[in-house]
């Protein structure tokens, strides 16, 4: 990549008559004669604007002789004397004949400006695009809503103590009569083998057995994916390539009213879609046939129930009387509603898990409560439960 390199030339501003951009190969005002120094800021040149994107100079070249070699004279000093500006490479004071000594100040060299403007800079590799700055914005959204949850969640929780009364005591007990019944089933041939069952003794003991296994045909069991040749699967992305290139330019001021540019032609990156295609295995669905039948076997069948229920009082079973063949089995299910005043009145009902719990509750007995801001009651642990 060839480089071009530019001389520029600078411009300053006489302070003695405000006579504004005069060209630096001037080192005395043209209007005023006033040799140019270092105070008043009349060495800080100025070299226009440059192009943001590219960083060259909007200002023309010099290719003059005498600009280039002024320009290459090196930093300019300052005479000891007269403060008259000098060319580097300059032994006398032009304007005073007086040496240059070597406390002289020069003008301080200056690094060289960054090759292209910073926002512009773009690396060729460009990320993809992330979904980072949506996501950000969703926790935000999640957690302020947490946030008034919570808040919501704690005002609810918190408590007050109010004194029940237990207004009633329930109870609902029911006995199931289940027999040992030979029934059909159907199953995969497969998983059945046959046993003989044995019939229960006082409800237990029992084996279900299976026996006379028949009616057999072939039956739908599932289905399986098998591979049914490839199919070309694409999908459209994005990739940096270069696309021809870009001018950049780099600036060093040489301390003397003059720059030096240097630019090159750098390789530019454009965004291109393209198909990125595969191709993967294509399934279809396939059905497993299996072998089903029809046996016999013994299953444990409802066959009658009675239920009892009373308030206030003891519990007792409904009776019923089990057959050689037959199981009982026992569901108890309790209550005990607690009336209390909480702006108007409520209930709160608690369920007793066993006969003993229960017996432990009395109608008209007090209940000490602790009622959240949502109107839940909970029954303050202590004597009362039990
Ligand atoms: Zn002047
Ligand atoms: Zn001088």
Redesign the pocket.
């Known amino acids: 990549m060839a480089e071009r390199t530019r001389i520029i030339e600078g411009t300053w501003n006489c302070t003695s008559c405000e006579t504004r951009n005069i060209l630096a190969r001037h080192r005395s005002c043209p209007s005023c004669n006033n040799p140019r120094e270092e105070t008043g800021q009349e060495s800080e040149f100025d070299f226009g604007e440059v192009d943001d994107t590219t960083g060259k100079s909007l200002r023309e070249g010099v290719t003059d002789e005498k600009a280039l070699s002024a320009a290459n004279a090196g930093a300019d000093w300052f005479?000891d004397?007269?403060s008259?500006s000098n060319r580097g490479d300059s032994p006398i004071?032009r304007?005073?004949r007086?040496e240059r000594s070597s406390t002289s100040r020069a003008l301080a060299e200056e690094p060289e400006e960054p090759i292209e403007a910073p926002r512009s800079r773009r690396p060729p590799p460009a990320p993809p695009p992330s979904a980072q700055g949506s996501g950000r914005k969703w926790l935000y959204v999640g957690l302020s809503l947490l946030t008034v949850f919570g808040s919501c969640m704690y005002w609810g929780s918190r408590t007050h103590g109010v004194t029940g009364q237990v207004t009633t005591t329930e109870w609902t007990r029911t006995v199931h009569r289940e027999t040992f019944q030979r029934v059909s089933r159907e199953g995969w041939r497969s998983d059945l083998s046959v046993r003989s069952s044995r019939m229960p003794v006082n409800g237990t003991g029992e084996v279900a057995g299976v026996d006379n296994i028949r009616s057999c045909f072939p039956r739908q069991r599932g289905t399986r994916q098998v591979a049914d040749g490839t199919e070309r699967v694409c999908t459209t992305k994005t990739r940096q390539e270069q696309c021809g290139t870009t001018e950049k330019c780099t600036r060093k001021k040489m301390s003397n009213g003059y720059m030096k540019e240097t630019c090159r032609d750098v390789a530019k990156y454009c965004s291109k879609s393209y198909q990125d295609c595969d191709m993967r295995t294509r399934y279809r669905s396939e059905p497993i046939y299996d072998v089903s039948c029809t046996y016999d076997t013994f299953v444990w069948q409802p066959v009658d129930k009675k239920v009892e229920s009373d308030r206030d009082c003891a519990p007792r079973w409904p009776a019923l009387e089990p057959g050689p063949l037959d199981r009982l089995r026992r569901e108890e299910k309790y209550a005990v509603r607690i009336g209390y005043e909480d702006g108007d009145t409520k209930e709160h009902v608690h369920e007793p898990r066993s006969e003993t719990e229960f017996l432990a509750w009395k109608k008209g007995q007090s209940v000490p409560l602790q009622v959240n801001n949502f109107g839940s009651a909970q029954i303050v642990a202590g004597d009362a439960v039990r």
């Open positions: 005479c004397y007269c008259a004071c304007n005073c007086a």
